[in-house]
DNA sequence: GCCAACGTTGGC
DNA sequence: GCCAACGTTGGC
């Protein structure tokens, strides 16, 4: 299982809104980006992601999964474009907020620390498992 | 609201 | 193929 991260400012699309989508998930389109959507077209159904706000809260709120691989992106007839659907697992009991990240040495390396710009971005094992304690969710 | 960082575009 | 110009993003 890999594991990723999924960013969104909460005024385009938030945790809530992919929370009321339930089961059915959503796409996560609208990326216009190479590296993300090269990203994308790595993940595997059941791979697991954070679901980070950006702009005003700044923190990591829950967890998704991926329901479908990569396929063409609905909203732009450029086939150059794809996207993957997710579904939301669950919140965290704690936020994850940036400033916690940035302070934990653990996360320094973080892509979201590095080039906080990619819109879809891998995380790597330890760092799950960090997140995952401090915000509460087991892992 | 500002600005730095980054990616993309287009002229040469 | 280089690089300047431009647009976008997101932290502060």
Redesign the pocket.
Known sequence: MTYWLF?S?PSTWSWDQQVARGDAGEEWDGVR???ARNFMQEMKVGDRGFFYH??KD?EIVGIVEVIAEAHPDSTTDDERWECVDIKAVGPLKSPVS??QI?GDTRLAEMV?VK?????VQPVRDHEWAVICELGGAGG
Do not use: H, W
């Open positions: 960013k400012e980006n190479y590296q950006s702009q700044k940036l400033e940035k979201l080039n906080s710009r990619l819109s």
